[in-house]
């Protein structure tokens, strides 16, 4: 412990606050937050630390703080830095998953759809629904009981669902608020566990389709019918008070967590997440963060039921959601299931040795073997073409051994001679970096070229003309254009066979970029096969071609859709123009 930092200490401050933790080079690199800082931070320097913690503090050369009038501003404080500044040692939860949510647009002409996240705060969201299928069946279902919208903008004509039955018509008529209301009240109660009215409603359906003798249709419905029954008798299994909760469990080993979670909707187990992470301070702290940061990307259920009084009392400063914990019961016994989940998940993630290695260690081994600093920020570049047609170049940011997508960007190559690889190269490092430099922006640690001794003789190429330095290195391939290795501008070769850590992390950053490399161009090739298309249509404009390639993913798709289904989204005039140059027609 320096003597700067032995002086901030006496000078902390007996209040609730976030503090960053610096490295001599500036560099933030552990952002947290504290009911009392003077007690929170002290600790660091005054006790015994190990693994990830003793790491960081040895690192810390100075630390800053900034007070809040409470916690949850300090928790509101400490998410936005951190999504800011991604410090290394920072628990970044990333909840990928993203399972879909059923969504009810609240706007003048309602309509419901499914949604992978929940931000819109025009919307209702019910869920989320583990199993994906789960949900676009639920979909289909009220889309097929209830009239409300089915296109994504009101046309002027009717369309096939207004003749089907499907949809009130807002296109042709007045819908008024109350129509509105009567609907969604009934979807409203279906998607909260009230499925009476639709039993009924589909039971009656199946009746009169029947007595018409439309067995097809009335098998379809019967199959909805018999999915919602079987939801109820597994809702009776489980937990009978309906209400929706999540159930937080945690174990720890060997100075790592694991945090299991249940999620129960409506009385019923949905679905079981689990997050493990080497321990950064406190472990209570460490906890509360991880519970707090799921919400960041998750709607608060009713309930959240934890393990201890503790991280109860600093959740419900932070969550605006009811906060249990109990010692007998039902959810007690619960709780104790959990928690022997987290300790199987945290058994088996000790077991597979390559799980998630410390990406921080190997990221220090990489830079000692490269004799360069560590390489926190990696950004990676390649190029896709198809014979000089619809060429980009891409590049992919990876941070402490993460991708970061929001870094991740595309290139639209503009010289004449798209086929040429290294010209295309060279265009996109230029306008990567002389940007960089121009807005004064920091530079990566580390760039690695998707290519060899010519990719970087243009990487030097570029640097050396924008009076820049930059650590520069490009990947050496087998026969199979698999990673083997790295090659320096010395060209000096670094091979990684027998660190299977370091090599699995060069594997999968080259798969990635490649992999963005290829989805953009296709992307872009697809989207001029939809262009030429489009040319010579009088009437559709640039707005109305974006509504086309919003719809229709796939020139496939385009091609089989109905004249109808173009009216839907064009005049009549310029969907017939559209459908029948499809066809061939004159």
Same mark, same amino acid.
Request: aromatic share 10%.
């Given at each position: 412990?320096?003597?700067?930092?032995?002086?901030?200490?006496?000078?902390?401050?007996?209040?609730?606050? +976030?503090?960053?933790?610096?490295?001599?080079?500036?560099?933030?690199?552990?952002?947290?937050?504290?009911?009392?800082?003077?007690?929170?931070?002290?600790?660091?320097?005054?006790?015994?630390?190990?693994?990830?913690?003793?790491?960081?503090?040895?690192?810390?050369?100075? %630390?800053?703080?900034?007070?809040?009038?409470?916690?949850?501003?300090?928790?509101?404080?400490?998410?936005?830095?951190?999504?800011?500044?991604?410090?290394?040692?920072?628990?970044?939860?990333?909840?990928? $998953?993203?399972?879909?949510?059923?969504?009810?647009?609240? +706007?003048?002409?309602?309509?419901?759809?499914?949604?992978?996240?929940?931000?819109?705060?025009?919307?209702?969201?019910?869920?989320?629904?583990?199993?994906?299928?789960?949900?676009?069946?639920?979909?289909?279902?009220?889309?097929?009981?209830?009239?409300?919208?089915?296109?994504?903008?009101?046309?002027?004509?009717?369309?096939?669902?207004?003749?089907?039955?499907?949809?009130?018509?807002?296109?042709?008529?007045?819908?008024?608020?109350?129509?509105?209301?009567?609907?969604?009240?009934?979807?409203?109660?279906?998607?909260?566990?009230?499925?009476?009215?639709?039993?009924?409603?589909?039971?009656?359906?199946?009746?009169?389709?029947?007595?018409?003798?439309?067995?097809?249709?009335?098998?379809?419905?019967?199959?909805?019918?018999?999915?919602?029954?079987?939801?109820?008798?597994?809702?009776?299994?489980?937990?009978?008070?309906?209400? /929706?909760?999540?159930?937080?469990?945690?174990?720890?080993?060997?100075?790592?967590?694991?945090?299991?979670?249940?999620?129960?909707?409506? *009385?019923?187990?949905?679905?079981?997440?689990?997050?493990?992470?080497?321990?950064?301070?406190?472990?209570?702290?460490?906890?509360?963060?991880?519970?707090?940061?799921?919400?960041?990307?998750?709607?608060?259920?009713?309930?959240?039921?934890?393990?201890?009084?503790?991280? $109860?009392?600093?959740?419900?400063?932070?969550?605006?959601?009811?906060?249990?914990?109990?010692?007998?019961? =039902?959810?007690?016994?619960?709780?104790?299931?959990?928690?022997?989940?987290?300790? /199987?998940?945290?058994?088996?993630?000790?077991?597979?040795?390559?799980?998630?290695?410390?990406?921080?260690?190997?990221?220090?081994?990489?830079?000692?073997?490269?004799?360069?600093?560590?390489?926190?920020?990696?950004?990676?570049?390649?190029?896709?073409?198809?014979?000089?047609?619809?060429?980009?170049?891409?590049?992919?940011?990876?941070?402490?051994?993460?991708?970061?997508?929001?870094?991740?960007?595309?290139?639209?190559?503009?010289?004449?001679?798209?086929?040429?690889?290294?010209?295309?190269?060279?265009?996109?490092?230029?306008?990567?970096?002389?940007?960089?430099?121009?807005?004064?922006? =920091?530079?990566?640690?580390?760039?690695?070229?998707?290519?060899?001794?010519?990719?970087?003789?243009?990487?030097?190429?570029?640097?050396?003309?924008?009076?820049?330095?930059?650590?520069? +290195? *490009?990947?050496?391939?087998?026969?199979?254009?698999?990673?083997?290795?790295?090659?320096?501008?010395?060209?000096?070769?670094?091979?990684?066979?027998?660190?299977?850590?370091?090599?699995?992390?060069?594997?999968?950053?080259?798969?990635?970029?490649?992999?963005?490399?290829?989805?953009?161009?296709?992307?872009?090739?697809?989207?001029?096969?939809?262009?030429?298309?489009?040319?010579?249509?009088?009437?559709?404009?640039? $707005?109305?071609?974006?509504?086309?390639? $919003?719809?229709?993913?796939?020139?496939?798709?385009?091609?089989?859709?109905?004249?109808?289904? %173009?009216?839907?989204?064009?005049?009549?005039?310029?969907?017939?123009?559209?459908?029948?140059?499809?066809? *061939?027609?004159?």
């Amino acid at each position: 412990m320096n003597e700067r930092i032995k002086n901030d200490i006496n000078l902390l401050p007996d209040k609730p606050g +976030v503090y960053q933790m610096f490295d001599k080079d500036g560099t933030i690199i552990y952002v947290g937050k504290a009911k009392n800082l003077k007690n929170r931070v002290s600790q660091y320097f005054l006790n015994a630390q190990v693994g990830k913690t003793f790491a960081m503090v040895s690192h810390v050369d100075h %630390f800053q703080i900034i007070i809040t009038n409470n916690e949850k501003e300090a928790f509101l404080l400490e998410m936005n830095l951190i999504q800011k500044y991604m410090p290394r040692y920072n628990i970044l939860l990333k909840d990928d $998953k993203h399972y879909p949510y059923i969504a009810i647009h609240n +706007v003048k002409h309602p309509y419901i759809s499914i949604a992978r996240k929940i931000n819109d705060k025009r919307c209702e969201y019910f869920g989320p629904y583990p199993r994906s299928s789960s949900a676009f069946d639920v979909i289909d279902l009220l889309n097929k009981l209830y009239p409300l919208r089915k296109c994504n903008t009101v046309p002027k004509t009717a369309c096939l669902y207004y003749h089907l039955g499907q949809c009130l018509g807002p296109c042709i008529r007045e819908v008024t608020k109350e129509e509105y209301d009567e609907i969604l009240d009934s979807i409203r109660r279906f998607l909260k566990g009230d499925n009476k009215e639709v039993l009924s409603k589909l039971k009656a359906q199946i009746k009169e389709l029947s007595n018409n003798l439309e067995f097809e249709r009335a098998n379809e419905l019967k199959k909805y019918y018999e999915a919602i029954l079987h939801i109820n008798d597994q809702q009776h299994i489980e937990l009978q008070d309906k209400v /929706d909760r999540d159930i937080f469990a945690f174990y720890t080993q060997e100075n790592y967590c694991s945090l299991s979670l249940f999620i129960y909707r409506k *009385g019923e187990l949905i679905g079981k997440r689990n997050f493990t992470y080497e321990i950064i301070g406190d472990l209570n702290e460490f906890i509360v963060n991880l519970i707090s940061q799921y919400y960041e990307y998750n709607l608060l259920p009713k309930e959240i039921v934890v393990g201890t009084e503790e991280i $109860k009392e600093r959740l419900e400063s932070l969550l605006d959601a009811k906060i249990v914990t109990t010692t007998r019961g =039902k959810l007690f016994d619960l709780i104790g299931v959990v928690q022997e989940n987290a300790k /199987d998940d945290l058994k088996e993630h000790f077991v597979s040795a390559r799980l998630d290695d410390d990406k921080l260690e190997v990221l220090e081994r990489l830079g000692e073997i490269l004799h360069i600093p560590t390489p926190y920020n990696i950004e990676l570049f390649d190029n896709s073409h198809l014979q000089g047609t619809n060429a980009i170049g891409a590049m992919v940011n990876f941070i402490n051994g993460e991708p970061n997508k929001r870094g991740y960007r595309t290139y639209n190559i503009m010289s004449e001679n798209k086929k040429d690889d290294l010209s295309s190269m060279e265009e996109v490092l230029t306008r990567r970096y002389s940007r960089l430099r121009d807005e004064g922006q =920091k530079f990566p640690d580390l760039v690695i070229l998707d290519g060899g001794e010519n990719q970087l003789n243009i990487g030097k190429k570029v640097f050396n003309q924008l009076n820049i330095s930059i650590n520069l +290195v *490009g990947l050496v391939k087998s026969d199979k254009h698999k990673t083997n290795g790295l090659l320096d501008v010395n060209g000096n070769e670094f091979y990684f066979e027998d660190d299977k850590p370091l090599f699995y992390m060069l594997t999968r950053m080259q798969d990635e970029v490649h992999r963005f490399a290829i989805k953009t161009h296709i992307k872009k090739r697809s989207k001029s096969v939809f262009v030429s298309i489009f040319d010579g249509i009088e009437g559709l404009g640039p $707005k109305k071609r974006e509504l086309l390639l $919003k719809r229709f993913n796939t020139i496939e798709e385009l091609s089989n859709a109905s004249l109808e289904e %173009f009216e839907q989204i064009l005049p009549k005039n310029i969907a017939l123009q559209l459908y029948n140059k499809l066809r *061939g027609i004159e």
